[in-house]
């Protein structure tokens, strides 16, 4: 799942994106307004967290500007203004969740765990992937195949859930490296080779049927 984080303060912005990467988020960081409303506009998350006081655009604003353009992404707004007019003014104003700071990231995460679970119920987003006999819960982070419950942590877990949206597509190690980790690794690393091994070790081993396949030299495929 992809979360946009909208913040300039640096150091909240780095301590709260390394944390949702750790729960297997991608994460999208924009230092301004702007360049929040920007990537809003133009791609898809499943939740914004977006600090109030921002330059270039306020985050009440951008927050407006997407429900005018018919964009629902539940968006939790991040302020250091703790009074009871402050917090209706952000939710009349588009906010789904508000959250003062300082703020345990324990608590954002529930949030916006708490905010994903309700867009899923309200659309017809799916919250959950099955190829073959494989199972894999976007809400309980829970994966079972024929019946077994497989323990996977976050990063294992977000790689599965890629592979699984790309079943029958074979992806590169480059692609893997771009949507799981969201950072821009050097692909001649092999960190991409032993997150397969180690997922496979969980998916496959005990199965007669090996889902994840390796293509030499192109990538891996996930097949029912």
């Known amino acids: 799942m992809r979360i946009l984080l909208v913040e300039d303060d640096q150091r909240i912005a780095s301590f709260v994106s390394k944390g949702l990467r750790e729960e297997g988020f991608a994460v999208d960081h924009a230092a301004d307004g702007v360049d ?7 791609e898809r998350y499943d939740a914004a967290v977006v600090d109030i006081m921002l330059p270039g655009l306020s985050g009440l ?8 353009e018919g964009i629902n992404t539940p968006v939790i707004i991040l302020s250091a203004k703790r009074s009871v007019d402050d917090r209706v003014t952000g939710l009349q104003r588009g906010g789904d969740d508000y959250l003062t700071k300082p703020f345990s990231f324990s608590e954002l995460l ?28 976007l809400l309980t982070r829970e994966v079972i195949r024929a019946g077994t419950k497989i323990e996977l942590p976050p990063r294992e877990f ?12 074979v992806v590169s190690k480059t692609m893997i490296l ?31 049927k090996k889902m994840i396949q390796t293509m030499r030299g192109i990538g891996y495929v996930l097949k029912p």
């Open 178 to 208: 771009e949507n799981v980790w969201d950072y821009n690794f050097d692909p001649q690393t092999d960190v991409v080779e032993v997150l397969v091994c180690r997922l496979r070790s969980k998916v496959d081993k005990d199965f007669d």
């Open 158 to 169: 977000a790689l599965l859930e890629f592979l699984m949206r790309n079943a029958g597509r």
């Open 110 to 137: 529930a949030r916006i765990r708490a905010l994903i679970r309700r867009a899923a119920k309200q659309g017809s987003e799916t919250t959950s992937l099955e190829i073959g006999d494989l199972r894999l819960d």
């Open 36 to 42: 929040g409303l920007h990537l809003a506009l133009n």
């Open 61 to 68: 604003d951008l927050i407006e500007k997407l429900r005018q």
